[in-house]
RNA sequence: GGCCCCAUAGUCUAGCGGUUAGGACGUUGCCCUCUCACGGCAGUAACACGGGUUCGAAUCCCGUUGGGGCUGCCA
């Protein structure tokens, strides 16, 4: 394509450094001109080209290639204004005379952005293009591309970017804003993209409000499908918008909780290396228990990674620490000594069972509630204690209780 | 500096000439409850500013301000 360019002559070489385009650019700023490359390099001569190209040669580089605009535009008139309908801003113009001869390969032998992307989509068939917004400005020229290979352009879609708290594009080159340290966060992919999905789009769907059947938006889905289903760039806004996490958190939350026990085990065996615990608490507590507890663990958390710091109460031998917290020694024993003569583990026996010892010791139940927890899991929050205790058995309950 | 994109609560948004400006996250209170979370109910909070068009503007037009992007050969 770059030799096709050169035998109709649109391109040619420049020579000039750095620090010259630099400083032209800086007079133009001053002077509140609009910067356009001069075009200085259009012009040089055959032996001035030899002289400037044996130097850059003996630096270990070559001559840069530039798209001649003027050229081009002398191809068709028309061309002086570049205009394309975006998708998402609609129908934008621009003076192609302000663009100024771009570079189509670079010092060091390599081509550039604004040549290679769009050669290679147009290579590749590609009719759509959709990418950030940042990418608005360059469009023109791309198109100038094609227009002078005499190729037409594909349809353009530009999205709005993501922000940072602090204001600042959250790019995929930047460490902190990768996907992967989300992942890593115990955020579900799925979670990640409908997040993404919903932010800076609107989809709908039919729905019921107040008994009447009415178009409403939708934020969360049940599966990818439905979102590609329901995805129409067109109700893409334009504005860019700020991460938040907290919704992040949010949608995963029910992605969590929609999910297949299985769906989570696998996760929790392939993306956090969780294996060796699962297996451990698949050994401890039999087939069927273990998918409970896991079913019950992934609709009382947030993300993957809260539901992996939980899973450790479940096993046999844990350590409780109650340095610096208060606790009632007496009560505690008291429910213990309850607890050592039944067998009956099952959620309405324990209550009942902590019933009888709170009014039997002058307590409250919630007093006995908060010991129990305390003894069991060590701290006072947490998912309700009947059903962990249900699921730790009498056993290793009494186990805890007897330190 | 030039060119371009954008502008509704703290955040994401609905709205496309007449609405009590709707929803979601957050937040506050209440209910549920052994705690946290979930769930339910209630509350909080927005049309950046100034002109114009119009009987009527969040909505259409212009300007200002503000944010963002491109402007080097990084993608």
Not at 38 to 52: D, F, H, I, P, V
Not at 187 to 195: D, K, S, W
Not at 207 to 212: E, I, L, M, V
Not at 231 to 239: E, F, H, N, Q, Y
């Amino acid at each position: 394509h770059l030799n096709a360019l050169k035998e109709n002559g649109l391109v040619y070489e420049c020579f000039c450094t750095e620090e010259e385009i630099l400083k032209s650019k800086e007079i133009a700023v001053k002077s509140k001109r609009p910067y356009i490359y001069n075009g200085r390099c259009a012009n040089l001569s055959a032996g001035e080209k030899e002289k400037l190209s044996l130097s850059l040669k003996e630096k270990g580089l070559y001559p840069s290639i530039r798209l001649n605009i003027a050229q081009v535009l002398r191809m068709d008139s028309s061309f002086d204004s570049i205009e394309f309908n975006d998708a998402v801003h609609g129908r934008l113009t621009f003076n192609s005379k302000l663009i100024g001869d771009f570079i189509l390969k670079t010092e060091d032998n390599r081509f550039a952005y604004n040549f290679a992307s769009i050669i290679d989509d147009y290579d590749l068939g590609i009719t759509h293009v959709i990418r950030g917004e940042d990418h608005i400005s360059n469009t023109p020229k791309q198109i100038l591309v094609l227009k002078a290979l005499g190729k037409e352009p594909p349809v353009f879609a530009h999205i709005s970017l993501l922000y940072g708290k602090d204001g600042k594009i959250m790019s995929k080159r930047d460490a902190a804003a990768n996907i992967q340290y989300y992942k890593e966060k115990g955020y579900l992919p799925e979670a990640i993209l409908n997040y993404l999905a919903v932010t800076g789009n609107t989809f709908t769907a039919h729905g019921y409000r107040n008994g009447k059947k009415e178009i409403l938006e939708k934020e969360i889905f049940s599966d990818i499908l439905e979102m590609a289903e329901l995805l129409d760039i067109k109700k893409a806004k334009g504005s860019g918008a700020i991460f938040n996490e907290e919704k992040l958190r949010h949608i995963n939350e029910r992605w969590l909780a929609g999910m297949p026990a299985e769906k989570l085990i696998k996760i929790l065996t392939e993306k956090f290396q969780a294996g060796d615990v699962l297996k451990k608490l698949q050994e401890t507590y039999g087939e069927s228990l273990y998918i409970e507890i896991i079913g019950f663990l992934k609709n009382e958390f947030k993300t993957v990674k809260e539901i992996l710091k939980e899973i450790d109460i479940f096993f046999d031998g844990v350590n409780i620490k109650l340095d610096g917290i208060e606790y009632d020694i007496k009560l505690k024993d008291a429910l213990l000594n309850n607890l050592r003569h039944t067998d009956d583990f099952g959620e309405n026996s324990i209550k009942n069972i902590i019933k009888e010892t709170a009014s039997g010791n002058g307590k409250t139940v919630k007093e006995c509630y908060e010991t129990l927890r305390l003894f069991v899991t060590g701290r006072l929050d947490g998912p309700s204690i009947l059903k962990i205790i249900k699921f730790l058995g009498k056993d290793r309950v009494v186990e805890r209780l007897s330190v």
